[in-house]
C-alpha cells in the first residue's frame, strides 16, 4: 500500500501528524506532495518535517487538486493506496474499513470536497464514498 498526502508549504508541521498514520499502517511506500515550493531553500524547511524514507514531489501550483491528481497517477500506476489529508488522524478501525472497501485507490478527508466533477456518492457503512471523474479516462477516484 502506498500512503500519501499533501499539504501547502506552510503546514509542513502538518507531517508530524501525518507520521502517526505511518507508524499506524507501516505502508510499502509514502509519498508526500508539498505546494507552494518555489526555491530550492525551501528544502531546508522541509527537512526536520519529512517522514524518512518518504517520496517528495514539490511544486508551485497553488491548488489542493492539483496536488491530489499527482497522487492519484502515482498510485494508479504502482499499485493500491490511500490518500489521507495531512491534518487527518487515522483511528484504529481505519485497518478494518480499508480491508471492507476493497478498493485500489482512495483518499480520506474530514470533510467531503463537493466538487463537479463528483459523479456518484454510495453509502457504505457509516462512510459516504464520493466517486470522481478524472480527466483523460483515468478512472474513477473514490474519496471518503
Known amino acids: 500500500m502506498i500512503l500519501a498526502t499533501y499539504l501547502p508549504i506552510f503546514r509542513a508541521h502538518e507531517l508530524h501528524i501525518f507520521r502517526k498514520n505511518i507508524e499506524m499502517l507501516q505502508p510499502d511506500q509514502v509519498v508526500v506532495c508539498v505546494d507552494y515550493f518555489f526555491n530550492e531553500k525551501q528544502h531546508e524547511m522541509l527537512r526536520p518535517y519529512l517522514p524518512p524514507g518518504a517520496s517528495l514531489i514539490v511544486g508551485n501550483w497553488r491548488n489542493r487538486t492539483s496536488c ?3 497522487l492519484v497517477k502515482i498510485i494508479a500506476g504502482e499499485g493500491d ?3 489521507v489529508d495531512s491534518d487527518v488522524i487515522l483511528s484504529r478501525e481505519f485497518i478494518d474499513v480499508d480491508r471492507e472497501l476493497e478498493l485500489p485507490i482512495y483518499h480520506v478527508a474530514d ?4 466538487h463537479a466533477r463528483v459523479v456518484r456518492v454510495e453509502r457504505r457503512g457509516n462512510l459516504d464514498v464520493y466517486y470522481w471523474r478524472l480527466k483523460g479516462g483515468v478512472g474513477t477516484c473514490r474519496c471518503l
Open 111 to 114: 470533510s467531503a470536497w463537493r
Open 81 to 83: 493506496g490511500v490518500v
Open 68 to 70: 491530489l491528481l499527482r
